[in-house]
């Protein structure tokens, strides 16, 4: 059965950095639709950032575009999220989301099958 891990949560101060991680295992296809998802106490879950594994294209919320990174490994099993110039709003719980096919809504969380436990993440002023 298909499992996602999420690890690589902390605390860090404001302007700090941190990287997560995500690993997927019994996967039968290679390519694929990963995205990090977060969700603050009160708040809908939000698409933070996605990548089309195997094909490589990206997609970032415009809250963290030109400070996140969405990357994968060679192979194709793992992605990461690097987060830099944290701030504050960043507070969340991160939360990794796999599904089969990429859609234009990949911010959507309906449009992933499965999910990690997720991983929090917290950030001081």
């Known amino acids: 059965q298909v499992q996602v891990v999420e690890s690589g949560g902390g605390s860090v101060q404001a302007g700090g950095s941190l990287r997560l991680s995500c690993a997927a295992s019994g996967v039968t296809y290679s390519s694929k639709c990963m995205a990090w998802f977060r969700q603050s106490p009160g708040k809908e879950r939000e698409g933070v950032a996605m990548i089309n594994v195997g094909g490589g294209s990206t997609y970032y919320a415009d809250s963290v575009k030109g400070r996140f990174t969405i990357s994968q490994d060679n192979a194709k099993t793992t992605v990461y999220l690097q987060m830099n110039s944290l701030k504050p709003e960043d507070t969340a719980m991160y939360y990794c989301?796999?599904?089969?096919?990429?859609?234009?809504?990949?911010?959507?969380?309906?449009?992933?099958?499965?999910w990690g436990q997720g991983t929090q993440v917290t950030v001081s002023s």
């Open positions: 989301a796999l599904a089969r096919w990429c859609s234009g809504t990949w911010y959507v969380p309906i449009a992933y099958r499965y």
